[in-house]
């Protein structure tokens, strides 16, 4: 998710040029606001900065549905976020030296699934990014996940001491 600033810059650049703002716009950030019990963006900015992870976890599913609902500006945040985030896949499948075969690339966490338009969006620019990846949504908590892995890992060890 693009962070505040950047989310704070295209409020106030769809007001107009008399200064009036775009009605996506205003009930967007109207919305967000609400749903985080903030009376403006400086109380937004200043949460976030003592913990993003109080912030961010609760702006997604507003900003979901207004995308889900076809509000632009929420639609363009989605976007941008499914960009940053596929470039991330991509650095990381180089650095692996992955990413021109074809490999498996699954997608999980908290925003997965729940949006329409920004599965959609994500599943684009992976593709975009890394067109041979073979794209999956895992239906694990990553804890889970991982804790499997690492228990495989350790079988293997074991199988693989004489």
């Known amino acids: 998710m693009p962070d ?19 009605c996506n716009s205003y009930e967007l950030g109207r919305q967000i606001l609400r749903h985080l019990g903030c009376a403006n963006w ?20 507003v900003v979901a549905a207004s995308a889900d609902a076809g509000n632009a500006l929420a639609q363009s945040l989605l976007s941008e976020a499914a960009r940053k985030l596929a470039a991330i896949a ?12 074809m490999f498996p690339l699954a997608k999980t966490g908290g925003t ?3 949006s329409q338009f920004f599965d959609q969006a994500l599943d684009t620019e992976l593709k975009r990014k890394l067109p041979i990846a073979v ?28």
């Open 135 to 162: 794209l999956s949504v895992v239906s694990a908590k990553p804890a889970e996940t991982a804790a499997l892995l690492a228990l495989r890992g350790v079988a293997e060890r074991e199988e693989a001491v004489p």
């Open 4 to 22: 505040l600033l950047e989310f704070t810059q295209k409020i106030m650049e769809s007001y107009d040029t008399k200064g009036i703002i775009h």
């Open 112 to 114: 997965v699934g729940r």
């Open 90 to 101: 991509l650095r990381l499948a180089e650095s692996l030296g992955v990413a021109q075969l």
């Open 42 to 61: 400086a109380t937004v900015d200043a949460k976030a900065g003592a913990n993003a992870d109080d912030v961010y976890p609760r702006v997604f599913p």
